[in-house]
């Protein structure tokens, strides 16, 4: 007969065994927490995706924003959860450009977290002013000729058009003058007045004002040429491959939740971004579906945050902790 030491010590170590068996499937509902406020580009990806990760997963999706001090309350809440992974955290650019401006606080976060799966990518347009630059060799002249005169906006310090923006003005060996916007709607506002310049934005939100000319579209950060813009060459084709400017997507957990349980979270979100219907929907959104699973993404995370890292200390970019 097995004595009472032993039957303790069984009933202790059963939760972790059936956490770690092939076949995972969550016990209550699972969370997928967002650290930005309602309304933002990440929500579209979770409302897409919802049903067929429920359904694959055999329990209700939960979708939690919780904004503030640049994601770290939200990262703070999913590595405060427990590790069996039934709290998910999406996370963009700024996880990576954080590990830089942010050390005190998230500098630690690429060991804290493991990546399941890069789900998209949104390309930025260099926009400037209807009565700006028209093409990237005027954009070019005008950089290099009024330097420190030349303004540029984003929707804030150390977002990705931000460092984006920067990037770019020292690969064409320009200088111009950072005015950080608390998001993007009065950027495009002033823009279009020709009260800053340029501004790198994501292709969603400015083909109207492309289509109504009160924008001109100089040069699009993807791969190949946008088919909302086709006639806007990729900065690879005007000669800047190396600019890294986007706005990516991705879904990571705590690194000690058991490795069959991320790998049933990664399968169902490749699953989810692999159908048909979920596609189209984000495709005709702006969205580019990269699905990467977790290994590729973490190379990426890496490339970020080492670039990230040279442009922020080479602009000299600092934020409050």
């Given at each position: 007969?097995?004595?009472?030491?032993?039957?303790?010590?069984?009933?202790?170590?059963?939760?972790?065994?059936?956490?770690?068996?092939?076949?995972?499937?969550?016990?209550?509902?699972?969370?997928?927490?967002?650290?930005?406020?309602?309304?933002?580009?990440?929500?579209?990806?979770?409302?897409?995706?919802?049903?067929?990760?429920?359904?694959?997963?055999?329990?209700?999706?939960?979708?939690?924003?919780?904004?503030?001090?640049?994601?770290?309350?939200?990262?703070?809440?999913?590595?405060?959860?427990?590790?069996?992974?039934?709290?998910?955290?999406?996370?963009?650019?700024?996880?990576?450009?954080?590990?830089?401006?942010?050390?005190?606080?998230?500098?630690?976060?690429?060991?804290?977290?493991?990546?399941?799966?890069?789900?998209?990518?949104?390309?930025?347009?260099?926009?400037?002013?209807?009565?700006?630059?028209?093409?990237?060799?005027?954009f070019v002249q005008r950089l290099k000729d009024k330097g420190r005169q030349m303004?540029?906006?984003?929707?804030?310090?150390?977002?990705?058009?931000?460092?984006?923006?920067?990037?770019?003005?020292?690969?064409?060996?320009?200088?111009?003058?950072?005015?950080?916007?608390?998001?993007?709607?009065?950027?495009?506002?002033?823009?279009?007045?020709?009260?800053?310049?340029?501004?790198?934005?994501?292709?969603?939100?400015?083909?109207?004002?492309?289509?109504?000319?009160?924008?001109?579209?100089?040069?699009?950060?993807?791969?190949?040429?946008?088919?909302?813009?086709?006639?806007?060459?990729?900065?690879?084709?005007?000669?800047?491959?190396?600019?890294?400017?986007?706005?990516?997507?991705?879904?990571?957990?705590?690194?000690?939740?058991?490795?069959?349980?991320?790998?049933?979270?990664?399968?169902?979100?490749?699953?989810?971004?692999?159908?048909?219907?979920?596609?189209?929907?984000?495709?005709?959104?702006?969205?580019?579906?990269?699905?990467?699973?977790?290994?590729?993404?973490?190379?990426?995370?890496?490339?970020?945050?080492?670039?990230?890292?040279?442009?922020?200390?080479?602009?000299?970019?600092?934020?409050?902790?």
């Amino acid at each position: 007969m097995l004595d009472r030491r032993s039957l303790l010590l069984g009933a202790l170590a059963a939760p972790t065994a059936v956490l770690a068996q092939p076949g995972w499937k969550p016990s209550r509902p699972v969370r997928q927490i967002i650290p930005f406020a309602a309304g933002t580009s990440m929500d579209p990806i979770a409302r897409a995706v919802q049903a067929s990760l429920e359904s694959s997963l055999g329990q209700p999706l939960i979708v939690e924003n919780i904004a503030g001090a640049a994601t770290v309350i939200a990262g703070n809440e999913v590595l405060k959860s427990p590790a069996d992974g039934q709290t998910m955290f999406m996370i963009a650019n700024s996880f990576a450009a954080n590990v830089t401006l942010r050390p005190g606080r998230t500098g630690t976060w690429p060991r804290a977290f493991a990546p399941l799966v890069q789900i998209a990518i949104v390309p930025h347009v260099l926009v400037t002013p209807p009565d700006g630059p028209k093409t990237w060799e005027e954009f070019v002249q005008r950089l290099k000729d009024k330097g420190r005169q030349m303004t540029f906006g984003s929707p804030g310090i150390g977002t990705s058009p931000h460092l984006g923006s920067e990037h770019l003005v020292r690969l064409v060996g320009g200088a111009a003058v950072h005015a950080p916007y608390n998001g993007t709607s009065q950027l495009l506002l002033d823009l279009t007045s020709g009260r800053i310049d340029f501004a790198l934005s994501n292709l969603p939100d400015i083909i109207q004002f492309v289509a109504e000319k009160r924008l001109n579209a100089i040069a699009v950060s993807a791969a190949q040429r946008a088919p909302e813009l086709p006639n806007v060459q990729t900065f690879a084709e005007v000669g800047v491959p190396e600019v890294l400017s986007d706005s990516w997507f991705g879904i990571v957990v705590r690194r000690d939740v058991p490795q069959p349980v991320r790998d049933t979270l990664e399968k169902a979100w490749l699953d989810a971004l692999a159908r048909p219907d979920v596609r189209k929907l984000l495709g005709d959104l702006g969205y580019t579906i990269l699905a990467r699973p977790g290994a590729e993404f973490e190379k990426v995370i890496d490339r970020y945050i080492a670039t990230y890292a040279t442009i922020i200390k080479e602009a000299d970019i600092t934020v409050q902790q």
